[in-house]
C-alpha cells in the first residue's frame, strides 16, 4: 500500500507526498523529530509533523537565510545561528572563507545529531569537522543574554512561533539580538509566508521595527513551504540590503550558488501589493 505524508497548510488545503521509508521516528524533550525518505523531495525532515526541509529544495532556503547578508556586510568575521539543527545554514556560511567563526546554537541536541547521520549533505560542517565551526546544544534566547557586542551577523534559522521558538519573535528578543551584534550587526531571521501568516508577519516586524533602524523583507520561492511563497526579514543597524549591496564583490563569488545571484539579491527584496501590506507601517 503506497504510503502518503500530508501536511495542512489551513484548515483545507495542504501539502502531499508520496513516503517510500520512515528513517527515524522519536520524541525528544522538545518535539517531535521524523525523517523519512520521499519519492520526489528526498530525504525530508519534519518537527511535529511540519516540514523543515527536504533533500530536493532545502538549497532555496539555505542560499536565501545567509547569502545575502553576508554579501551586504563588508566583512563578516564572526557569525552567530539561532536554530538551523540540520547544518545547511552552516554549510553555505562556511562557503565565506572571511568568516573566522561560526557558531550554531540549536535547543534540540536530537536535531543535530540525526541530521548529522541521516541528513549528510545538510550537516556536512556540524559533524566535528571544521574548526570554524563550534556547536552550542541550548535555547537561543539564553546563550545570546551572555553575549553582548560579539557578532557581525545573527542568522536565525528557527521553527514556526509556537513551542520553543514563540520567543524568538517577540521584541525582547530582537533587543537582546541588537545587543549581541556588533555596531554595524545585521540579523536575519526566517519570516513565515505573507499568503498564509499575515497575521505573525504583522507583529514579527512591528516588533524588529520597534528595535532595528533598517528593517526590510524578502522573499524566496520554497515548494514544500505553505504556500511555496516564503520570506525572510533582514534587520540591521548600519547596512542596508539594496542601497549598501556590492554587487561585484557578489557577482564574483568563489564558489557555487543553485539559488541566490547577484540579480536575485536585489530582485527578492521587490514585494507584491498583498506582502507589502502585511508588514506596512501603521
Ligand atoms: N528551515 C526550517 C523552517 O523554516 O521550517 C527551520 C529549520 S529547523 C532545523 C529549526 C530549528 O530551530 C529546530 O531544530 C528547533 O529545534 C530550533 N529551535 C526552535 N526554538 C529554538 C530556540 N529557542 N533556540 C534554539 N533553537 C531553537
Known amino acids: ?8 497548510h489551513s484548515e483545507n488545503v495542504g ?14 524533550e522538545f518535539q517531535a523529530l521524523e525523517i523519512v525518505d520521499t519519492l520526489e523531495y528526498g530525504r525530508m525532515m519534519l518537527l511535529d509533523g511540519l516540514v523543515m526541509v527536504t533533500e530536493r529544495d532545502e538549497f532555496v532556503y539555505h542560499d536565501m537565510i545567509t547569502h545575502p547578508a553576508l554579501f551586504t556586510h563588508p566583512n563578516p568575521k564572526k557569525v ?14 562556511m562557503k565565506h572563507k572571511g568568516v573566522e567563526l561560526a557558531v550554531l546554537c540549536e535547543i534540540d541536541g536530537l536535531v543535530i545529531d540525526k541530521s548529522i547521520e541521516l541528513l549528510p549533505s545538510m550537516a556536512c560542517e556540524i559533524d566535528g569537522s571544521n574548526p570554524r565551526v563550534k556547536l552550542h546544544v541550548d535555547d537561543g ?42 555596531k554595524d550587526g545585521i540579523m536575519v531571521a526566517q519570516s513565515e509566508s505573507p499568503f498564509y501568516h499575515a497575521d505573525i508577519q504583522k507583529s514579527m516586524y512591528k516588533n524588529l521595527r520597534a528595535v532595528f533602524p533598517i528593517v526590510e523583507m524578502y522573499q524566496a520561492f520554497i515548494p514544500t513551504y505553505p504556500s511555496g511563497f516564503w520570506s525572510f526579514a533582514f534587520a540591521s543597524k548600519q547596512y542596508h540590503p539594496v542601497r549598501d549591496f556590492d554587487r561585484e564583490r557578489a557577482a564574483k563569488r568563489d564558489f557555487y550558488t543553485k ?24
Open 141 to 182: 534566547i539564553a546563550y545570546i543574554r551572555d553575549h553582548q557586542d560579539e557578532f557581525d551577523l545573527i542568522l536565525v534559522d528557527s521553527t514556526d512561533p509556537i513551542g520553543p521558538a514563540e520567543g524568538l519573535f517577540e521584541e525582547d528578543f530582537y533587543r537582546m539580538v541588537f545587543g549581541a551584534l556588533k
Open 259 to 282: 539559488y541566490y545571484n547577484e540579480d536575485l539579491h536585489l530582485g527578492a527584496f521587490m514585494l507584491p501589493t498583498f506582502a507589502k501590506e502585511n508588514i506596512a507601517e501603521k
Open 1 to 8: 500500500m503506497d504510503l502518503w505524508y500530508t501536511e495542512k
Open 15 to 28: 501539502i502531499t507526498m508520496k513516503v517510500s521509508k520512515t528513517l527515524f521516528s522519536g520524541q525528544s
Open 80 to 93: 552567530l545561528v539561532i536554530g538551523g539543527g540540520d547544518g545547511g545554514t552552516i554549510r553555505e556560511i
